[in-house]
Structure formats: C-alpha cells, structure tokens
C-alpha cells in the first residue's frame, strides 16, 4: 500500500474520533468590520436564517453585537460591503399580554445576553423576557419562541421588512410592494405570499422572493394589516382579512395562547407553492431543532470541514481558525439551481457573487481543490449569464450583475480553472467568448453615481482608453488600477486561447496583458524608490503628478481603488521578471517589499502599525509573497506568518477587514496550508503549514499529504522540502505536482531561516 493510501486512512479513522464542527465558531469575524453572518446555514445554501439589529449603522449580514432586535430573517449574505443585501421573509416575536394596537410601529427590543451560535444552531434572547432559536436546511427555516407567560403572545410576519442602509450612497434597500394570505388547516395556520425589493450593494432592480410559513398545531388567531405606504407607520387596515396585497406595507400577526410557539417557513423565487414545496420537503411538519442542527453539522462535517484534516490536534486556537475559516469561506456564492426566475436552462445556476474582484486572487482556487462540484457549477453558471444577459458577472446578486470595481475578473477565474486541467461539463468555447465580450465590448453606462464615467454593472468600461493607448487615463475612474486589472485579464485570455489552439488571439491578448507597462511612471518616487504605477491625464496622455505614498479616498471615485500607488506597483503577477527590472533590480524590489511593512510610514492604517501593506484588502493579498520572485522565500514565509499570526484571531473581531464573502479566509487558509496560489498559472509558491500534517481531500480519491517536522511556535522556517518523495530544491510546484493526482510536501523545519531553495525562481510567464 502507497505512503499516501496509508496516511489517507491513518486520517479517515482520526476523522471519525473527531468531532470537527466543534471547532467552528460562526461568529468569528462578524464584528469590527469583518460582516460575517452568525446565523445558520448550510454549505452556500439559499437560507441564511439570523437576527436583524438596528444600530443607526448598517447591519451588512444582519447581525451587530449592539443595538436592537427588529427581526430573524431567512436570507441574509456573509462578509460583504457596500450596503446591505436581503434581511427579508422575517418573523418578530412580541410577548403579551399587551395587544399589538399597530404592528407597524417601533417593536424593536435589546438583548438581554449575548447571543449562543453553533454550528447548525443560533439563539437570541430579548430583553422582554422572549428567547428565540433557529435551524435551516437548505431553502426553509425553523423559528422556535419560548416566551416568559402564557397570555396572548404574538408573533409578526411584516412583509416590507428589508435591511436599510445609512451610508448615504444611494444603495440602500427599498421595499417594494407584496402580499400575504393567510388560511387555517387542521394543523394550524399556513400563511404565503411575496416581497418585492430593489437595490443593495449591486444596485439592483425590482427582484421578488416568495415565501410559505407554517404554525403546525398551534390553537390561536391571527389578524392581517396594511400601511399606508411603503415606509410609514400609519395604519389603514388591521383586521381578521385574510388576504393583503399592496404595494404598501402588509403583513400579519398571529397570537397565540402559549409559551412556546414554533413556525418553520420556505422560500422560493419563482412561487409561493415552490416555497411550500421546498418548505415541506426540508422540513417536514414536526421536525425538531436539534434534528435539523444534526443535519447542519453533518451536512459541513462531511462536505466541507473533512476536506481538510490533522491529527494535530494539541492547538485549539489553531484548529479555531483552520475551522471556522473553512466554514466562513463556504457561506456565499448561494446555489440558487432551480430557482432562477429570469431564464430556463439546464446549467447550473449560482448568485450572490461577492466578488470575483475579491475572490479570484485566493478563493476561487481554494473552492478549486476543495470543492471541485461546485466550482465546475459555479463556472458554468458564469457563462450561462453571458448567455441570456451579454456579460459575465464580476459581482452578482438578486439576479442582477454589479458593483464592478476593477477589471472583469470573471476572465481570471475561468483562466485559473482552465490552466489546472478543468474540463467537465463546461463548453469552453462558450466560455472564451465570454471572455472576449469582457475584452472587446464596451459595456453600456449603468450611470453609477459613485463613477458616472463608465459601466460599474460589468465588462470593463475603460475599455476605449485600453484598446486605443494601450493604457487608461484620468478620463476613467480608478484608471490606474483599472489598468493593472485589465492586463491580468488580458493574461487570462492569453491563457486559455494558447490552451484553445487559438494562436492569433494568443499573441494578442499576451501583448496586450503587458499593457500595464504604459502605465508605469518612472519618474515617480517615494521612500528613495523611483518608477510606479501612475494616472495620465485625460487629454494628453502625459503622466501627472501622484504621491505614491497616497490614494486620495482609494474609493471609486479615485484613480486608485482600496490600495495605494505603491501596493498597485506591486500586481503585475503575471509579469514579475519585468517588474523587477522596472523596480531597479533585486535587491531594490526587495527593499521596496520590506518597506511595504515598516511601521510607521503610512498616515493611516494605524490599526495594522501604520505599515504600507494592508492586511485588509485584497490588492495586498500577494505581497507577503512576492520575496520569492527575489529569490527570498524565506522572507515570504516570515511576513506572511506574521501577518496571519497578527491580525487574524477565532473571535467576533478576528479579521483584519471585511472578510469579502470569505476571502479572507481563503487567504489565512492557504497561509496555514503553507501554500499561496498565483492567479491563472499552474503556480504555487511554497511557505510552510500550521500543522505537523495536513491531509486535503480532493475529491475521486487523491489526497494531498503535507508534513512538517521540528514543527514549532518559532520554528516554522523550512529547511528543506521533498516533493513526492524527492528533494525539492524549487521555491514553487505546480497544479500537476501535487494537486492533478494527489502528491505529498514534506517539510523539515527550524527557528531559523535557510538557503534552502537553490533552484528555479517562479515562473513569470508574461516577460
């Protein structure tokens, strides 16, 4: 038997002792920024059933550790910005024995003790006296009320609830109009209807979610109401009705005589009798919490968390964050097959895409090896919007493209995917003509008001600019990291039309991606380092002044988008060789690598030491890295263990920044893996594990084995590697090293650092 059946099994029988979802906290991160959602969920189910708080400040994934309870709500998103989506189809507990005179009204309510999550479980208690717990499956939700007397307590079912926003950019939420009827059966009440919204972080238009709830052998009343509008609070009808339908606020209140009341509810985007389906089907009338908590567990403990094992175990803090990283990474994109309203087809079908802009870099290559199902699906699902809508998303939600930030890095992920062998089901004829849309179609201006100048919905709008000058000027916002996208997209074509046998395009697009030579400004300097990244005016083409040390607001509006001059001057990820001869040589490109984490030469970032890098946003994602690009891997594996070590934690404030739909946990999860992937190329470059062995799970039987010996708090510099049995003297492996079959990383460790890799620098494969 092989090494590596040996260890797989030796994992398997440690797998089963363990109980892995133990270590999995849903509220790490889902403060400070961070935006996690705590509530429960499954694997990138369509149910995200948590808390609403109102604070003043927006509740991105509906949760704040402050503030008030307005409502649990069955759809929720994970670790995004921007504005708030969803917090819709929501339920409202209020204890008697007061009569609710107007459902419209104030009835929010504070904590009175911090809420319980675990993993499949989530519980609140209220301040009135009234816990409230929650299970999901997949497309419906259990409420379960435990209220502080038996006397007309009530629970409110208002259709226009919708998380609001209060950034004052004009992406806040709206509700739109909806409906409710409510009819008795012997088994209690069953109420369904619909909710129509707009709006969010994507600007979305007018979407419709349908919803089907039941209170299953529970004696009681219930009461429908409608408001006078779509935001007020005045009432116009508050009566036994058994039906509203308004574009005005409706809902209903139903009471009951009991201290305990449990309402499980479905929901469905194309009809309320498909949320009833889905309802039923899921959780079946007398289904119980702590059933549908087992479920949960076993549902991430088998898909999700098992991917990865250690027999490592002596770290709790360690297996905390390996964990509940894992968990965190696989709560959105949302598989939403079978419920797209807007076209039939027999692809898959995923929303909820935030972004590929944050995702591309390190999450969608980790989905790669540890879900390879759903990022097949996920891919042919991109395509298929280019289909019936003309463009791939870069970000995607309600079943609307938007918020673009950059380049159109759909283009990145299908590259990375089709380097690393994937085929499958995917028509990649169809897909590298989605690609050439994002490269030759100027997409139509959605008039952002954040950038009125070109397309924020998809493609890339500084399109003219890119194709005419082979640069983009100040005429487009965030024009020069704009610029350095644009090139890593052009990458990506060159890519897949060498693998399509496409060598016109090949040649192009390769020329094209070193575009982002147009853009440097040599003459640009900071620190004692000259040559950037630098705007061109609009009229002139002619560099203009910028300090590379500053980004102005680094927001859309700018000519740099969530990263400086200098972190930008450092993306050329494709084309490092050239990089460094434009840095000055290696061991000026080094220093400016060091300097990136200096304490005290930024103005801001006072949270991270004032440092240049920004462990916080994803254009700094690779520069921890890069060292090895120098022939310095060892000073790779130094900063970016303790930027990992610094500023990520298994508690509520455990991220260095919005996690990004989980990107930054994709991003600590390859850290610990001792790996760090380049964006589409077979690359890998090579730091050092967490644990003394890891075994991932790839799917049709291969495994990944890594070990480490002398592994230690300190001692964690390699010393030297093998690679499948063999010494390894290279810096990097490849996709078919270790990942195409199955492999083994064996790794001999030591406090301090080694000139162990003498071989190859890392290929760069655009110089």
């Not at 189910?45 to 948590?50: A, H």
């Not at 089907?281 to 289904?287: D, Q, V």
């Not at 159109?408 to 690609?435: C, P, Q």
Request: overall charge neutral.
């Amino acid at each position: 038997m092989s090494r590596i059946a040996l260890l797989a099994l030796a994992c398997a029988a440690t797998c089963q002792a363990q109980d892995l979802a133990q270590y999995v906290l849903p509220n790490m991160g889902d403060s400070n920024g961070g935006n996690t959602f705590p509530g429960v969920s499954l694997p990138l189910g369509i149910v995200k059933l948590g808390p609403d708080l109102y604070t003043g400040s927006d509740s991105y994934s509906g949760y704040q550790p402050t503030g008030n309870f307005i409502g649990f709500s069955l759809l929720h998103e994970s670790g995004t910005g921007g504005a708030p989506k969803y917090g819709v189809v929501s339920q409202m507990p209020v204890p008697g024995p007061s009569n609710i005179s107007n459902p419209l009204a104030d009835l929010s309510v504070n904590r009175s003790a911090p809420d319980v999550a675990r993993l499949g479980y989530y519980k609140s208690s209220l301040s009135n006296g009234v816990s409230v717990e929650l299970g999901a499956t997949a497309r419906a939700g259990t409420f379960k009320y435990t209220f502080p007397k038996s006397e007309a307590n009530n629970v409110v079912v208002d259709v226009s609830h919708v998380l609001s926003s209060y950034r004052g950019q004009g992406l806040g939420q709206n509700y739109l109009g909806g409906n409710i009827s409510v009819s008795t059966t012997k088994s209690g009440f069953r109420y369904e209807g619909a909710g129509s919204y707009d709006n969010g972080w994507n600007r979305a238009p007018k979407w419709t979610v349908y919803f089907c709830g039941s209170f299953d052998n529970q004696p009681g009343s219930f009461k429908t109401f409608l408001g006078n509008d779509a935001t007020s609070t005045t009432l116009v009808s508050y009566t036994n009705s058994p039906t509203q339908n308004s574009t005005a606020r409706v809902g209903a209140v139903f009471t009951f005589n009991s201290t305990s009341v449990s309402s499980r509810v479905g929901v469905s985007f194309i009809s309320s009798k498909q949320a009833c389906g889905n309802l039923d089907r899921e959780i079946p009338a007398g289904t119980k919490l702590d059933t549908l908590e087992k479920n949960v567990k076993a549902a991430w403990t088998n898909g999700v968390l098992s991917k990865i094992t250690t027999k490592d175990t002596a770290n709790t803090t360690k297996l905390q964050l390996l964990y509940s990283s894992l968990y965190h990474f696989l709560l959105i994109p949302t598989n939403k097959t079978g419920e797209n309203p807007l076209w039939k087809s027999k692809e898959p079908y995923y929303d909820d895409i935030f972004t590929f802009w944050d995702l591309f870099r390190s999450g969608t290559p980790l989905l790669h090896i540890l879900q390879p199902t759903a990022y097949e699906e996920l891919i042919r699902s991109v395509i298929d919007v280019w289909r019936f809508e003309g463009f791939m998303p870069d970000a995607r939600s309600s079943f609307f493209n938007g918020a673009t930030q950059g380049g159109s890095n759909a283009d990145n992920v299908l590259a990375d995917a089709y380097v690393k062998g994937v085929r499958g089901a995917i028509n990649w004829t169809d897909g590298f003509r989605a690609m050439l849309t994002d490269a030759e179609t100027v997409p139509p201006n959605n008039n952002d008001p954040r950038d009125p100048t070109s397309s924020t919905k998809e493609g890339r709008g500084a399109l003219p600019d890119w194709i005419q000058f082979g640069y983009i000027t100040k005429k487009y916002k965030r024009s020069v990291s704009r610029a350095i996208e644009y090139a890593g997209n052009d990458f990506a074509l060159y890519q897949v039309a060498k693998g399509l046998n496409n060598q016109t395009a090949a040649t192009k697009y390769l020329s094209r991606s070193r575009n982002w030579r147009n853009q440097w400004n040599a003459n640009l300097t900071a620190l004692n380092f000259t040559g950037f990244l630098g705007p061109r005016d609009a009229s002139s083409g002619a560099f203009v002044a910028q300090d590379p040390l500053s980004c102005g607001g680094c927001y859309w509006g700018d000519d740099y988008y969530q990263g400086l001059p200098m972190e930008y001057s450092f993306n050329a990820h494709h084309d490092m060789a050239t990089l460094i001869k434009l840095c000055g040589g290696v061991a000026n490109f080094t220093a400016r690598l060091e300097a990136m984490f200096t304490p005290g030469l930024s103005t801001s970032n006072a949270q991270f030491g004032n440092t240049l890098f920004n462990p916080g946003n994803e254009p700094s994602f690779a520069t921890p890295y890069l060292f090895h690009f120098a022939g310095h891997p060892e000073r790779s594996v130094a900063r970016s263990r303790a930027v990992a070590r610094a500023y990520y934690a298994p508690t509520e404030p455990g991220l260095p920044g919005n996690s990004d739909a989980g990107a930054m946990e994709s991003w600590l999860l390859w850290n610990m893996l001792g790996l760090y992937p380049m964006p589409a190329q077979t690359t890998f470059l090579i730091v050092s594990p967490w644990f003394s062995d890891l075994t991932l799970d790839l799917g049709g039987g291969k495994k990944l084995v890594i070990t480490a010996k002398n592994l230690g708090e300190e001692s964690y510099h390699v010393q030297s590697l093998k690679v499948n049995g063999k010494a390894w003297k290279k810096s990097w492996v490849t996709w078919d090293d270790v990942f195409a079959k199955g492999g083994t990383i064996d790794f001999v460790l030591g406090p301090n650092p080694s000139t162990w890799a003498t071989g190859d620098l890392p290929p760069s494969p655009a110089s």
